[in-house]
């Protein structure tokens, strides 16, 4: 959502030549009359006194710093009285002179393409069998803001699961080809990973280890927020890995099926 525009000001810096009631007060009539009142420009006038006559700037500035006016003029003694109405009657006469900045200043125009590199997470649980596993990763796509091709690099480690008199773990890096939506309300994500994932046996008396290769399925649906945005990540895989022992008596099935909040959060 835009942030809202503030309204019109007058900031005045007297050393005792202007009358800074006065200006304030004719500025804002200035404003008034050419509806410039919500425009969000700010009028500065400041004082510098100088051997017999004092220097005034008067600057007008928008919220973004983009100055429209900028002029110097040096008063004497005996035309401090009448300096407010000069002043005011500048304004005046630019504002007529350049109607456009009455308005506010149109929001920046979104680029036509966008880049972003964000921090990904996950915590799953595993089904067939129930396991539980966390994963963190980053992902760069470019493309237009609504539709984005990218790449992540993830992984994932799982909480050890039982087999026989021990526990077996999976660790596994995964690089991923992704496609995003963002629709306003919502963010999606389709991911396509491969890579290989570690199989490590604990609390056995002799503990092994073994690569396997892996590959999944993965998409993302979650709620937009201003650091990214949370929702729901679903990955499966096709594949029917297991984990043996070495003497073979206990086979458990590795995963093949994970669900959990994911979340994304934006770095660049």
Known sequence: MPRPVPPASVEVTTVGCVAAEDLRARIAQVYASHGAERSGLVCRISETAAEASTAVQLQIVRPSGEVGLDRSYTFGATDCASAPQLLALSVDRWLSEFPSWREPASPPRPPDRWTELTLVAAL??????????????????????????????????????????????LTTALLGASYRLDRGSWVARIEARIGPMLVSGIGYADNASDWLPWWEGAAFVGKPMSWGAIGVEVAASGLRHHAVTRDGLVKEDIPLLRIGVGGMFGIR
């Open 124 to 169: 799953q649980s595993m089904w067939l069998p129930l396991g539980l596993d966390g994963q963190v990763g980053v992902l760069g796509d470019h493309g237009p803001r609504a539709n984005r091709f990218g790449a992540s690099l993830l992984v994932r480690g799982s909480i050890p699961q039982s087999a026989g008199s021990g526990r077996f773990q």
